[in-house]
């Protein structure tokens, strides 16, 4: 029997000794840099210290669009390691991410997060406050900022975000179809659209002319478009009241929901001018390729529906087809999630913000409305077409109804918005759509505020 | 105590099992009226074989065809056999892949090394000592393999947040070296090793650590290897613990930055292929290699999994 | 009892099969053993039995995520909720579908191909590793290949489709009564390998002889399956079968990847709604209750497994 030697475990591994032996390599030339993931994730601590580093949850034309002004802000504050950005899967799964690496105290420098979400993330003591002060260090102001937004982006009165936009869902429609439908003016301009006969029947003129249908909206695997469309038309009714009071009880009008659900259900079903079977990219798809006149969707879709070839659209509100003009929409915006900064790193963090505000226009450019006043009000953005057309809905945009599971792809959007797409889709009648989710709504309802 | 009998085997045959026969060989002695039969065995065998390829196969062609192409569908990645490494090539140069191969094998080496020594000691223990309190240990070893670890992540995750663990490897690491399955495992091996050795040993002076390193665990070395790997293996690919306690995707392991860092990705197709099939390669190389270990080491676990 | 440091044991330490040792070298060799179970323990306290017994106290209790501390007490309120609420007895029908979907192909297809695998002579080893391989690779990788091939309309699965006559087939994870079989499908694919090796280990210790005899007899190849191979591979079955259950009943990854519990809550799962509950909702409380319920089921299935196997056991030594 050979004699112990105190550390013969390791080379007794065999083939494993070659595995860690490479380690040991790797550790020895990354360890030494600071802030390096190796040390971050062993010794804990902060990842690159000296960069910003941002998270978001914007795909396709946003995502693009996106990547473009982290490029911009790269350029202009020191190469490419002044900046890591991460872009994690829409709604819940991003959500979650930023929640929980807040609480393991390893949270991004910026975020982006809906209003509709940053309220709630607030509430949980996951955002830290921004001051005047904060505001005063890249030389922005709260009149810099759109109105309501601005007042979207306070909880208790105080600011904890900056809102980038304002994001209303909106009108697409196929030029060439609307043409040869007579829907245009003489400008090459949707002619307006008011009530639901005009509506119809520029849908049924649409489906005569492309043979299929006469608008596509996503109705399968996308509960936030269902959600958006239904919010909508909901909105558009007098007498339609807030989903929620205060989270606590449901105060939504059921007639008018049931309602909304009909109306949405006969024109998938009844009147076969909506498709029944869509998913998000393919309600898109029908429009480029002709197969409808009208697109539902957010205005972001704008940077798609460029990228087709010889394709030619047009942008506009949704029309008032009930009593009174409304959509549905929510702002992007920037937070700071609470972690421990230096006021360099804070002053950093401003920083990036302050330079994604002066690329709004390069985010107009993707549909969505400023919130920054300079660029809101300047000349280059009121030139922008289609963007102009659709504007003003700022004024009357439709938030969702404040309560701690909802808020844009919240469990709130995934709940009805499954069962609205089941109604669209003819497997559910409204009445069993609603209760199913008002069933779901009822232990939310009566669940103790875990933010609170 | 248990006998000290079964010298005789334990090293080579099926490994994890000292006591388990060496498998045999097939003779050569089929029947011709059995022609058929086994014909058709062979069709069935292949059919399915194809069928169980196929998907990969197709992930990797996808990983090779232009995104342009991908993004117009099945019949146009067919018709398309101009072969191009460009989704790898982006892959590898953008993203944090490389961080997330750093994790895995980090959070896979690290679990493995620290699990199997304190199993093994934990194993030693229990097969060849007695002591106060063995009928409680063994009792415990017992009721940890019935416990489904993976219901216990919200726990899990309140405890390693207050202990401050939270968004580092060893929030990965810790909570996964208790593999009890392992200590069974290597005390059922153990039991069947000859003790002639140590008893020599031991009236020669030498200690308990001394039997353990210097008898114990050079006997043992096709079990452990086999646990290793399959340890390994488990934790590389675990998706629910690092999902939620890893968030930053610098420091992600493989699973769970496939899993959330798609957006980057966009509706590239073939570039998300590729990352499947990069996020895959580790182990299938793994594999080849440790075959017989990996495929001892699951059967032996999963005898009394 | 207290876990001593492995204090090397000097030569003191002596066999217990010799029992000349009076207590006192009992006691170091309870010490020394306690040494050596010591790291383990450490480990096996605080990572194992620690949450469950977490896991049972924040039940009871309000607890969120991100307030400190459990929270106000609930009592059995949390436990109301889940047994009161249809999403919980969704998930847990789905997570029952899910291994009623899943189990009987798994386990009869590897039982299959196991044995014709076995028979094969030559390339045993091709197909051990086409029906392997894909057990060991992660599953984010496999959600990611299978995700792709069931894309509407311009996935593999709706081209072939396509190919067959049904040119507007329906999306199968984006339909509330496909998505389940989709990712079923996709599961037996993945996990095929583990069974069929298990198989196979177990085909492996039927003696050759056994068939030889049968062949001399002359019974065929199919007679030999069923009155050798079948009987003979029972406990293998059984251990195959209840290890299948349990793994199934934590199904968590292929849903949360694929799916992600949709559409609507149609392919929902319970660790999901326990993950959701505690990470998206915050409510660790309510996420520990829901827990605990289906630790409970788990434990149920694994007790069940322990009586059939003590009772066979008893039943081969009388035997």
């Known amino acids: ?390 504007a003003g809905v700022v004024d009357y945009v439709t938030y969702d109804s404040p309560a701690w599971y909802s808020g844009s792809g919240s469990t709130f959007e995934n709940i009805i918005g499954a069962q609205i797409g089941l109604v669209e889709q003819g497997i559910a009648t409204p009445k069993q759509g609603l209760d199913a989710a008002v069933a779901q709504f009822k232990t939310y309802v009566n669940t103790a505020d875990p933010l609170a | 105590m248990s006998a000290t009998t079964n010298s005789s085997s334990g090293r080579g045959g099926v490994g994890i099992s000292a006591t388990a026969p060496p498998p045999r060989r097939v003779t050569t002695t089929i029947r011709s009226s059995n022609r058929i039969f086994d014909g058709v065995s062979w069709v069935v065998l292949v059919v399915a074989a194809i069928a169980w390829l196929l998907p990969s196969l197709w992930a990797l062609k996808t990983s090779f065809t232009s995104n342009g192409t991908s993004a117009v569908g099945a019949q146009a990645i067919l018709n398309d056999w101009a072969l191009t490494f460009d989704s790898y090539l982006t892959l590898i140069k953008g993203g944090d892949l490389w961080n997330w191969y750093l994790a895995s094998a980090v959070t896979g080496v690290l679990t493995v090394v620290i699990s199997m020594f304190v199993c093994s000691l934990a194993a030693f223990a229990l097969s060849r000592m007695n002591f106060r309190g063995k009928k409680w240990a063994m009792g415990a070893i017992l009721v940890g393999i019935m416990i489904p670890s993976q219901v216990l992540i919200v726990p899990l995750f309140a405890e390693l947040n207050q202990m401050g663990m939270l968004g580092t490897y060893w929030a990965v690491i810790l909570p996964q070296v208790p593999q009890v399955i392992a200590v069974f495992v290597f005390k059922r091996f153990f039991d069947g090793l000859p003790r002639d050795y140590e008893e020599a040993a031991l009236i020669d002076g030498a200690s308990w650590w001394r039997i353990y390193t210097s008898v114990i665990v050079p006997m043992a070395r096709p079990v452990i290897a086999a646990m290793s790997i399959v340890t390994f293996v488990w934790v590389w690919n675990n998706l629910l613990l690092p999902l939620f306690v890893l968030s930053n995707p610098k420091l992600m392991t493989i699973p769970v930055g496939l899993a959330t860092v798609q957006g980057s990705f966009g509706q590239r197709v073939s570039d998300i292929q590729a990352s499947s099939i990069l996020g895959a390669l580790p182990l299938v190389v793994l594999f080849l290699i440790f075959q017989r270990q990996v495929i001892e080491g699951v059967a032996g676990s999963g005898i009394k999994g | ?212 005899a049968a062949a001399v007899d002359g019974a065929s190849a199919w007679q030999q399956i069923k009155s050798i191979t079948v009987p003979l591979l029972g406990p293998t079955t059984g251990l195959v079968v209840l290890l299948q259950i349990i793994a199934s009943l934590k199904i968590f990854d292929q849903v949360y990847l694929m799916t992600g519990g949709g559409p609507g809550i149609s392919t929902e799962v319970v660790l999901q709604l326990v993950t959701n509950t505690a990470f998206t909702d915050y409510r660790v409380g309510a996420a520990s209750a829901a827990s605990v319920l289906l630790f409970i089921v788990i434990l149920l299935v694994t007790l069940v497994r322990e009586i059939i196997e003590r009772a066979s056991a008893k039943s081969k030594r009388e035997n």
């Not at chain 1, 009149?143 to 009165?157: L, M």
């Not at chain 1, 949405?264 to 009147?271: A, G, P």
């Not at chain 1, 990036?352 to 009000?377: E, R």
Request: aromatic share 12%; with cysteine.
């Open chain 1, 1 to 390: 029997m050979s004699s112990p030697t105190p550390h013969r475990a390791s080379p007794r591994f065999g083939r494993r000794a070659l595995l860690s032996g490479a380690l040991g390599a790797a550790a020895t030339t990354t360890l030494s840099a600071c802030g390096s993931p190796l040390s971050a994730g062993l010794v804990g601590g902060q990842l690159a210290p000296g960069t910003v580093q941002y998270w978001n949850l914007f795909g396709g034309g946003d995502g693009v669009r996106m990547i473009t002004m982290e490029d911009v802000y790269r350029k202009n504050h020191g190469g490419p390691s002044s900046l890591e950005a991460a872009t994690f899967t829409w709604g819940n799964p991003y959500y979650t991410k930023l929640s929980l690496a807040t609480l393991a105290n390893s949270p991004p420098d910026v975020a982006v997060a809906h209003l509709t979400r940053a309220t709630n993330l607030a509430r949980g003591g996951l955002l830290s406050e921004i001051t005047d002060a904060d505001l005063a260090l890249v030389g922005l102001s709260q009149s810099d900022f759109s109105a309501k937004p601005f007042e979207k982006a306070k909880t208790d009165g105080k600011l904890y975000a900056l809102p980038l936009d304002t994001h209303p869902f909106v009108l697409y429609y196929n030029t060439d179809v609307c043409q040869k439908a007579g829907l245009l003016d003489s400008d090459g301009l949707l002619k307006p659209i008011q009530g639901a006969a005009e509506f119809e029947a520029a849908l049924t003129a649409a489906k005569k002319v492309t043979g299929a249908y006469g608008l596509s909206v996503s109705t399968i695997a996308d509960q936030a478009t269902c959600w958006r469309w239904f919010t909508t038309l909901y909105h558009q009714q007098n007498g339609a009241t807030e989903f929620f009071g205060n989270g606590r009880e449901l105060t939504y009008n059921q007639d008018i929901a049931i309602k909304t659900l009909e109306y949405m259900q006969s024109l998938t079903i009844k009147k076969e001018l909506v498709p029944t079977t869509n998913d998000y990219a393919g309600a898109g798809t029908m429009l480029f390729t002709g197969k409808v006149g009208f697109y539902l969707e957010g205005e972001w879709e704008i940077t798609t529906a460029q990228s087709v070839k010889d394709f030619k659209f047009g942008m506009t509100t949704i029309p008032q087809i009930f009593d009174q003009p409304a959509t549905q929409g929510d702002s992007h915006s920037f937070v700071l999630p609470k972690v421990k900064h230096t006021p360099e790193q804070r002053k950093l963090a401003m920083g990036f913000v302050k330079s994604m505000l002066d690329q709004s226009l390069t985010w107009a450019k993707g549909g969505h409305i400023p919130s920054y006043k300079p660029v809101l009000d300047s000349q280059q953005y009121r030139d922008l077409t289609p963007q102009k057309y659709y």
């Open chain 3, 1 to 212: 009892m207290s876990a001593a440091p492995a204090a090397p044991a000097p030569a003191a330490a002596i066999d217990p099969s010799t029992k000349t040792t009076p207590a006192r070298g009992a006691r170091r060799m309870t010490r020394t053993a306690w040494g050596f179970l010591g790291p383990f323990a450490v480990f096996y306290v605080l990572f194992l039995i620690w949450p469950v017994i977490y896991m049972f106290i924040s039940s009871l209790f309000n607890t969120t995520l991100v307030h400190r501390g459990l929270g106000s007490f609930a009592g059995l309120a949390n436990y109301r909720e889940m047994l009161g609420k249809n999403e919980f007895w969704v998930s847990m029908w789905n997570t029952i579908y899910f291994t009623l979907l899943t189990v009987p192909p798994l386990v009869f297809i590897a039982f299959v191909l196991a044995v014709l695998a076995n028979r094969v002579q030559r390339g045993q080893w091709f197909f051990r590793l086409a029906f392997f391989l894909p057990f060991i690779l992660p599953s984010a990788a496999i959600a990611l290949i299978w995700n792709y091939i069931f894309t509407p309309a311009t996935g593999l699965w709706p081209t072939i489709q396509g190919w067959f006559g049904d040119t507007n087939p329906q999306s199968v994870l984006g339909t509330p009564d496909l998505a389940m079989v989709g990712i079923a499908l996709t599961t037996v694919w993945w996990t095929i390998g583990f069974n069929f090796v298990l198989f196979l280990a177990g085909l492996q210790e039927i003696p050759r002889e056994i068939y030889e």
